[in-house]
């Protein structure tokens, strides 16, 4: 299965490189260093939500609710921002990820405890974080004018070429990646997605498990509040509006399997460039936005069919089957 998930992720990673020469060819410049520096900055974002969303997917579940989550986060540390100016960034994107963290767990734990489908949930809180923005902002949005100089430069702060959100987007998918094949929360995690049943003979608390899927996306959500609202300098309830989508976009079209169990690291990342390479190519060569939603929409389909005929056979090997025991 390992060769048959790199296999596919060089697949991916040469479609994206072949965007990136047909475009240079159409538009010259658009392959140089820089350009693809700025357009990784700009699909950092989506990259940590799509690795929030692939340890929901993988089990069996899914998160509509990390575009809402992320809004209201962002809304909230925007609020902060401007009426106490003096608190420091760092504790600010703190604030965000702990507040994420707090939405994720209420998901989690509904799914947990209740029982009830996790796209009923996320479904119902979607609305409901969207709600909570009107509420805590009086309807209102906060501008750039409002947000203080550090609380806006604090991610184009250059490092090594890159700016600080390039940054975070890549340790974040280190740790996550060896979060998912390091540690037993990651082994969990795709167990439940491909048996369920003998996960809980193996000792593995689907219930819980789950839950921790969600904090995790959750938290990241809340992160991602605070660096969109950085990046863009807008907070409104209008923030990442149907974002949601995007996100879970990247993840089928690298691979995750939304029958759970399937899918790695790499995958989502190459997943959320694909989506990010083609958002900046196809206005640079002069192509419609509704060709670009169209073309976004056949890059899923086809995920989709190939995803199915993929899990055809076995996912991850954690656990064993019955039959394989005898």
Known sequence: MKRLLRTREIWLGAAVAAIIIATELRAPGFGSLRNLM????NTSILMILALGQMAVILTRSIDLSMASNLALSGMLVALTNAAYPGIPVPVLMLMATGFG???????GALVWRLGIPAIVVTLGTLTIFRGLIFV?????WVNADQMTTD???YT?????GLPLLSWYAIAIAVGFFVMMTRT?????????????TASVYAGIDVGRTKFLAFCISGALSGFCGYLWVSRYVIGSVEVANGYEL???????????SIAGG?????????GALFLGVINSALPVINISPFWQMAISGAAIIFAVVLNGRTNKSRGRLILKSAETVK
């Open 38 to 41: 700025e357009v990784f900055n």
């Open 101 to 107: 963290l707090v939405l994720g767990a209420f998901n």
């Open 136 to 140: 805590i902002a009086g309807g209102q």
């Open 151 to 153: 609380f806006v430069q």
């Open 156 to 160: 184009r702060i250059p490092v090594l």
């Open 184 to 196: 037993s929360i990651g082994r969990a995690i795709y167990a439940i997605g491909v048996n369920p």
């Open 246 to 256: 995007t996100v879970v976009a990247a993840c089928v079209i690298g691979g995750i």
């Open 262 to 270: 399937v899918g790695s690291v790499a995958g989502a990342l190459l």
